[in-house]
């Protein structure tokens, strides 16, 4: 098992920029895919940005490439840079993680970080 904490989350102007952290309570490296969902007022949870389990690869959804960056060190700790924020960006964003040799573009992860609120004014 593995226990997740975010943070980094609070309000941004359109256009500003924020960064996310997510610390584990393990080596995620080489263990564990890491990824990024957010979930708006009265919408799904949705996939936002993911890292493979061997830290190689990355998936980003289409609303939101180009602008936001997923990243980990070699430890504990993965990221979320997020640039030219939208209103529309604002939700609760959750980090999670999933065990290894699995689809880490999925929405199937097992393991929650408790959220954390983004807000985008315009």
């Known amino acids: 098992q593995v226990q997740l904490v975010e943070s980094g989350g609070g309000s941004v102007q359109a256009g500003g920029s924020l960064r996310l952290s997510c610390t584990a309570s393990r080596r995620t490296v080489g263990a564990y895919a890491m990824a990024w969902f957010r979930q708006a007022p009265g919408e799904e949870r949705h996939l936002v940005a993911a890292?493979?389990?061997?830290?190689?690869?990355t998936y980003y959804a289409a609303s939101v490439k180009g602008r936001f960056t997923i990243s980990r060190d070699n430890v504990k700790n993965t990221y979320l840079q997020m640039n030219s924020l939208k209103p529309e960006d604002t939700a609760v964003y959750y980090c999670?993680?999933?065990?290894?040799?699995?689809?880490?573009?999925?929405?199937?992860?097992?393991?929650w970080g408790q959220g954390t609120q983004v807000t985008v004014s315009s």
């Open positions: 890292s493979h389990w061997l830290g190689v690869n």
């Open positions: 999670a993680a999933q065990g290894p040799h699995r689809d880490y573009t999925s929405a199937g992860y097992d393991y």
